[in-house]
């Protein structure tokens, strides 16, 4: 089967917050990427719909807080998979630093962002 990501993926756990209108779950990120975020399926969850969600959390040993809006792609019993539909600008800085400290190569790095470049000019 051919590999139909374009973003790389890295492993980050931490502790995070989902919210649509007046929900809340607390649950878990497992990695993240410059378009997307996997996430643990937090106890009662409730079954997607097409709104947006916002998702919130730290990184680690810190107080850096990034917030996202989210599209949810896929779900499962034990994962959600979402789309970054917006982040500010603060939020994506710190989140191109992170994936570009775990992923080790900024030629990969510059052409992934240039990729979400024209995924915006699609739009």
């Known amino acids: 089967m051919a590999e139909r990501r374009k973003f790389s993926r890295v492993v980050y756990r931490t502790p995070a917050t989902i919210r649509q209108n007046d929900k809340s779950w607390e649950t878990k990120v497992l990695d993240l990427s410059l378009k997307g975020a996997l996430l643990a399926t ?3 969850w409730e079954s997607g719909n097409a709104d947006d ?3 919130s959390f730290r990184l680690n040993d810190s ?3 990034l917030d996202m809006d989210l ?3 896929q779900e499962s019993d034990e994962y959600l998979r979402f789309q970054i539909d917006h982040i500010d600008i603060d939020s994506a800085s710190h989140l191109k630093r992170l994936v570009e ?3 080790g190569n900024d030629d990969l790095l510059h052409r992934e962002i240039a990729q979400l470049t024209d995924l915006k000019d699609t739009v």
């Open 71 to 73: 599209k949810l792609i």
């Open 53 to 55: 969600y916002d998702l």
């Open 101 to 103: 400290l775990n992923v």
């Open 63 to 65: 107080d850096i807080e």
């Open 42 to 44: 937090p106890a009662g």
